[in-house]
T-cell receptor, first 113, second 108 residues
């Protein structure tokens, strides 16, 4: 069964460093999302992406964050200058056009020191 | 804004039934989802309701009342592996908004 994959599974970085989290969507899915979950807290929406454009973004998704689909397969989330409070699990999710279910990847655990 | 409420914790015995309630007030509504999440793992899809009524899927059922802003997830014949967090989420305005999750503990 096709699934969303994410790399790396764990990322440790120093405060102020840039990180890029990668997601490979299910091949025929066209809608892409990033969510994050701080330890012990709820899953929070960051951004949705369709047709190479951001459809919606949350207040969390400030100028330090960006998304792109550089090569037509990978979908990336970049954090330009990480802060301690960016430490969280980051989940990529994708869905088919016309469908409702979002399929989540296994997540990247980001730890900012 | 989005406001999605569900109980924090529930405990039940193996073989029993548990009902997890969710109330929501959201700016947009295109459906309500229930996800299961084991600790340290990604959410996995359980059910989706967009019309009022009950959707049954094996041991899991989900109910929606749009006029009341209310849903529940019913877990029947509980098994130890059902111990997890259950997340109520509303899809609207191009995004899923999640509740804080209900941690269900199944005791032998």
């Amino acid at each position: 069964e096709p699934e969303v994959t994410q790399t790396p599974s764990h990322q440790v970085t120093q405060m102020g460093q840039e990180v890029i989290l990668r997601c490979v969507p299910i091949s025929n899915h066209l809608y892409f999302y990033w969510y994050r979950q701080i330890l012990g807290q709820k899953v929070e929406f960051l951004v949705s992406f369709y047709n190479n454009e951001i459809s919606e973004k949350s207040e969390i998704f400030d100028d330090q964050f960006s998304v792109e689909r550089p090569d037509g397969s990978n979908f990336t989330l970049k954090i330009r200058s990480t802060k301690l409070e960016d430490s969280a699990m980051y989940f990529c999710a994708t869905r088919l056009a016309g469908a409702n279910e979002q399929f989540f990847g296994p997540g990247t655990r980001l730890t900012v020191l | 804004g989005q406001n999605i409420d569900q109980p924090t914790e529930m405990t039940a015995t193996e073989g029993a039934i548990v009902q997890i309630n969710c109330t929501y007030q959201t700016s947009g509504f295109n459906g309500l989802f229930w996800y299961q999440q084991h600790a340290g793992e990604a959410p996995t899809f359980l059910s989706y309701n967009v019309l009022d009524g009950l959707e049954e899927k094996g041991r899991f059922s989900s109910f929606l009342s749009r006029s009341k802003g209310y849903s529940y997830l019913l877990l029947k014949e509980l098994q130890m592996k059902d111990s997890a967090s259950y997340l109520c989420a509303v899809f609207g305005d191009y995004k899923l908004s999640f509740g804080a999750g209900t941690t269900v503990t199944v005791r032998a």
